[in-house]
């Protein structure tokens, strides 16, 4: 059976950085497996995780990227990780970790260490926010974050499809530029 043209490709057999199909399927994809009050995407949270990373092109392109795997894997729940036996997390992280690796040859980005490091603990935060705000009024949010516009904007409107992808999308090209000019 032949694969339709939305479907994924095989990740492995790209040559050209999917930037669209990524940014799509983010915009669709749901966090929590669709449990948040709204429609909350991978995408958006993406953009929360940039807005909580340090303030720079490398840290942005890796937040925004962190999750790219998951068009390709699925948004793994952490409580189902945590169910897995050591090897099969081990397996599914390295299935994670391959992938990236793949998307960032594609566009010749070298994530340090020590970036990787600073975007999970951002992913963490923006975790820990998403349980705590979503749902919540604008005004609530705002109160709650005073410090972290960006962070507070992401969190109080709700999520589209649409406009989370073309966000993501505008934020990646927008990176890239800024990457370009940083080199």
């Known amino acids: ?5 939305w479907m ?16 799509r399927q983010l915009g669709k994809l749901c966090r ?4 948040t009050p709204d429609h909350w995407s991978v995408a958006r949270h993406s953009l929360l995780v940039a807005a909580l990373a340090p303030d720079d092109p490398t840290h942005r ?6 999750d790219a795997h998951e068009c390709w894997t699925g948004d793994i729940l952490r409580p189902v990780t945590r169910l897995l036996s050591p090897f099969a997390r081990e397996e599914v992280g390295d299935i994670q970790r391959d992938i990236d690796e793949h998307l960032y040859s594609l566009i010749g980005f070298d994530p340090s260490p020590l970036t990787l ?25 705002t109160d709650a974050l005073p410090n972290l516009r960006e962070a507070a904007w992401q969190l109080s ?14 934020a990646y090209h927008q990176t890239l530029k800024d990457l370009t000019l940083e080199a």
């Not at 392109?61 to 962190?66: K, R």
């Not at 709700?158 to 073309?166: E, G, M, Q």
């Open 157 to 170: 409107f709700l999520s589209h499809a649409a406009i989370d992808s073309l966000h993501w999308l505008q």
């Open 61 to 66: 392109l890796a937040a925004l990227l962190h």
């Open 1 to 5: 059976m032949s694969q339709p043209n």
């Open 8 to 23: 994924p490709p095989d990740v492995y057999q790209l040559t050209i950085f999917p930037a669209d199909q990524i940014a």
């Open 32 to 35: 929590f497996s669709g449990a």
């Open 117 to 141: 490091k600073a975007v999970a603990e951002a992913d963490d935060a923006a975790c820990e926010l998403e349980i705590r705000l979503l749902g919540k009024t604008s005004a609530e949010i």
